[in-house]
């Protein structure tokens, strides 16, 4: 699968410009491309139902960031932060890399499953019964509306409280400004 | 080989994080390890050859059953991308009434922040 190199090296470059550019519409812009390039890597790892909710929370999540960007000063930012915090990010970066590959050593290979080792995970389950269970054709929505549709419901949730803890946080900036054009 | 790309992406964005000053790369940088993190729980449930799973009309079950990919990192991930979304949601707001308090994205000149 080369093409999956390719697609995340050009990943990994879309996220370096992201954060390196002064602009911050054009690293909003980047991190666009770099959230389109992963729900084509998705295409490619046989996941077409995550590639399709990829490309629209993209667009929404550009939305917002440039919402909340646009007409906004780019605030000059001075030089980096200390030395003394860089030097520890950086080792602390380091370390956290180290340990990760180490952890890689203990994970199947790449492209053999859990699902072909073991015949009797979960997964298998769902692949074998879904259609008689569920009357479903597709398996990842029997299993998000039928085998696990209390998570769902817990995502919804989720996503209610979040929706409704960001509009909190925008209304009472609108409530004050109403307070003080009254006093005016 | 390609884990490792992977945690190198997932290390951009914690870079990011530690490092940037200005909150919005500090956000770009979340976004970015979400994307790292969703990538490679599809990458543990990849077979190689593997086929979509979905059952087209006419197929047969037991090739079906050791052919497709494995679907219950993807029902997840797909619950994972779309409360991404909502988290995106609030943390953006914060940082609107961040710069509306302060007049500036630069963290280390919203010293007001303490008490």
């Known amino acids: 699968m080369e093409i999956l190199f390719v697609l995340l090296i050009l990943m990994i470059v879309g996220s370096i410009i992201a954060l390196e550019t002064k602009d911050l519409l054009a690293a909003v812009i980047s991190v666009g491309t770099v959230g389109l390039t992963c729900s084509v890597a998705f295409l490619f790892l046989a996941a077409p139902d995550i590639a399709i909710v990829q490309v629209v929370v993209e667009v929404l999540v550009l939305v917002i960031l440039i919402r909340a960007t646009i007409n906004r000063d780019t605030t000059a930012i001075s030089g980096d932060r200390e030395f003394f915090g860089m030097a520890v990010s950086i080792v602390l970066l380091f370390v956290i890399f180290i340990f990760g590959i180490k952890v890689f050593n203990d994970l199947p290979q790449f492209g053999q499953p859990i699902i072909a080792l073991f015949s009797d995970a979960p997964s298998n389950t769902y692949i074998s019964r879904g259609l008689k269970d569920t009357g479903a054709a597709n398996i990842v929505s029997s299993v998000i509306l039928d085998y696990r549709a209390y998570d769902t419901l817990g995502e919804a949730t989720v996503l209610f409280t979040a929706i409704l803890g960001a509009l909190a946080i925008l209304r009472s900036k609108a409530r004050k400004k109403q307070k003080e054009t009254g006093n005016k | ?115």
């Open chain 2, 1 to 115: 080989m390609i884990y490792t790309l992977c945690l190198v992406l997932f290390m951009v964005g914690l870079y990011g994080v530690l490092v940037k000053k200005n909150i919005i790369k500090i956000v770009l940088g979340l976004i970015i390890m979400e994307y790292a993190v969703n990538l490679f729980l599809i990458f543990l449930g990849y077979r190689i050859g593997g086929v979509a799973p979905i059952i087209t009309r006419g197929a047969d079950l037991v090739e079906f059953t050791k052919n497709s990919v494995d679907p219950l990192p993807q029902a997840l991930v797909l619950t994972s991308i779309v409360i991404s979304l909502g988290v995106i949601a609030l943390m953006v707001a914060l940082c609107i009434r961040l710069y509306e308090r302060y007049g500036t994205f630069d963290i280390t000149e919203m010293r007001r922040l303490k008490g």
